[in-house]
């Protein structure tokens, strides 16, 4: 048996399924609703549950808050009762001056300190208190003792709010709810009745999400239901629908610690686990190697908002775990082929994205959950702190350079270009690019499109090795008759549309790859030309995207040159007719093809 590396797949459909779920159950019950985001530490998924109508979000630890604060997220709930010292209050301070800031107290002593030294910060604070679980909160008759303390501290006091963590015994989901309810009940009697308003009643987990008493709470926090893993399912919270994989109303399982089960003669799996409850009797069924597919899975830390595009590639090492169906997430088990110890999965053990894509959440891979803390996410859930000044030419770019130039002459020596095959066929049959690269300064050029002939500038001066991919694959005919597949709308806050792959799948490419040409500097303002690629380093390909309105990207994306105005108002109006499923991205409503890119001489 081969070694097998753990790692996690998700089905993205799925997981945008449950935030949108969520969010309706929310609405419908008229309750607010903070997500937990310390599951999933992704400022992308964050910036969804707040485009379906989240209030803000509840993080663990101050670290966290900072980072989300940092990405733009506006309002932060702090769900751990803090003891602050002289550092810690400075942190918060600094926090209170990004975002709206909550905090946990379960104690009067707690309380008396976080005042002492947080003096007239505005932030504001909310009881815990204990409704079961017994880790944390003060019993719901001391709630208003606590208050009372905060309040003469100086603390603005928000609510009382509770974790009904005993929710994860197994069948105690519905006594776990009302145990909530109670323990909340009382904790808002108790605040009144010390004279403190109480304006949010906070509680919920995702066992007892959809049990909860919306008489008593005015606020839910769940966070595990984004991705509704093997727990869940085993608990209840996802139907029993035959396996932890199906999906089914209300919720969907995203995500499975193992692979999928089938009726067959044994329990266990070859490392000895056993297999989710009801499998008695059954086996595990990977699916085989041979029919893996490739799929577009755009991770930035470990979680993606896209829908996925499978297409049947022969497997290797860079083949992700993805089956032939998307009606479940099966997670084979066994490596390709020629895939040597530690090479699969790949980039770390990771679902890592195959496909290009310029979806916010891009670079880091789905492995090392451990140290998701303090990895340094890249997406923002509002704005960026970096913007071009409003000042700006829409088809600016963030690349340098005005020399005027066209494609050097052959035999011209320009910069030494890479351009390693990538193990996959080409969409199309192309030659390697010229190396070294046949271009300088600044070429222009247009592309014919169904919706106008859409102007360029390729800066290749600043992305030499990708305008001159670029300027070779255009003249070999590469681009023409391709569509443009995917669109992202501004509810995402990315606003770009991507074109280049021949195949119209999102998965294609010229079966090599360019290296990153980055600064720290680089932004993408409206009109900007820019590669997308996978999260791994240096694989960007024939893919790229149109950016048709200031979107605040990390600086990874190469940017290779821009459009000119009447190409970029044409993208802006098929970009308003949104997508054709009406969501916050896919495919683009208005179709915009490109029927041939021409480089002048």
């Known amino acids: 048996m081969p070694a097998v590396t753990p790692f996690l797949c998700v089905d993205l459909d799925r997981l945008r399924r449950n935030v949108r779920v969520a969010a309706e159950f929310a609405a419908a019950h008229q309750v607010a609703l903070r997500p937990h985001v310390k599951t999933h530490k992704s400022p992308e998924i964050a910036r969804l549950q707040l485009a379906h109508g989240a209030s803000g979000v509840t993080v663990a630890t101050i670290g966290e808050a900072e980072l989300f604060a940092r990405h733009g997220c506006e309002d932060v709930f702090i769900a751990s009762p803090l003891w602050l010292d002289e550092r810690a209050a400075a942190r918060v301070r600094e926090l209170a001056e990004k975002a709206t800031v909550a905090f946990a107290v379960d104690s009067a002593a707690g309380a008396a300190n976080a005042g002492r030294l947080l003096g007239r910060t505005p932030v504001e604070v909310l009881v ?183 297409a049947r590639r022969s497997t290797s090492c860079r083949t992700t775990c993805a089956p032939p169906s998307t009606s479940s997430t099966t997670c084979g088990s066994r490596r390709p082929a020629g895939c040597g110890r530690g090479r699969w999965p790949p980039a770390a053990s990771t679902a890592e994205a195959v496909a290009p894509t310029i979806e916010p959440m891009l670079k880091r891979p789905l492995a090392a959950l ?29 690349s340098s350079g005005s020399e005027k130039a066209t494609p050097s002459a052959e035999g011209a020596s320009g910069p030494t270009c890479v351009y390693p095959q990538d193990g996959q066929p080409a969409a199309k049959d192309v030659e390697l690019p010229p190396n070294p690269a046949a271009v300088k300064g600044t070429i222009e050029g247009s592309m014919a499109t169904t919706i106008g002939d859409i102007g360029i500038s390729l800066d290749a001066k600043a992305s030499p090795c990708t305008v001159n991919s670029f300027v ?70 024939s893919q790229f995207f149109i950016v048709y309105g200031d979107t605040p990207l990390p600086p990874e994306y190469t940017v290779f040159g821009s459009i000119d105005e009447a190409g970029l108002k044409a993208v802006q109006e098929a970009a308003a007719e949104g997508t054709t499923d009406g969501g916050p991205e896919g495919q683009p409503k208005v179709a915009v093809d490109i029927e041939s890119v021409t480089i002048d001489d």
């Open 128 to 310: 815990e208190v204990d409704s079961g679980q017994h880790r944390t909160g003060v019993r719901p008759e001391e709630a208003g003792e606590v208050a009372t303390t905060a309040v003469r501290a100086g603390l603005e006091v928000r609510g009382v709010f509770t974790f009904p963590g005993h929710s994860y015994a197994p069948g105690a989901v519905e006594q776990a709810a009302r145990d909530e309810a109670a323990a909340l009940a009382a904790a808002r009697a108790s605040l009144e009745a010390a004279g403190v308003e109480v304006r949010v009643v906070s509680g919920g987990s995702t066992p007892t999400f959809q049990h909860t008493d919306t008489s008593v709470v005015t606020e839910l926090r769940p966070g595990v239901y984004v991705f509704n893993d093997a727990q869940q399912w085993e608990l209840g919270t996802v139907p029993r629908t035959g396996s932890p994989c199906a999906a089914g109303p209300p919720w969907s399982a995203t995500a499975a610690a193992a692979p999928c089960w089938t009726p067959g003669a044994s329990c266990s799996a070859p490392t000895g686990l056993p297999g989710p409850p009801g499998t008695a009797g059954c086996r595990r069924t990977p699916t085989p190697a041979s029919s893996w597919s490739r799929r577009t899975v755009p991770w930035s830390t470990w979680a993606a908002l896209r829908s996925p595009a499978s």
């Open 370 to 398: 451990a140290t998701l803390a303090a990895v340094s996410l890249l997406a923002s859930c509002g704005d960026d702190e970096s913007s071009p000044d409003a000042g700006d030419s829409p088809a600016a770019s963030a």
């Open 472 to 541: 070779s694959l255009a003249e070999q005919g590469y681009f023409d008759d391709t569509t443009c597949h995917r669109l992202t709308t501004a509810d995402t806050g990315i606003q770009v549309l991507q074109c280049g792959d021949p195949t119209g799948t999102g998965t294609g490419g010229p079966g090599y790859t360019i290296e990153d040409e980055v600064t720290p500097d680089t932004t993408y303002p409206a009109g900007t030309l820019a590669m997308a690629k996978t999260p791994a380093p240096d694989s960007g390909g």
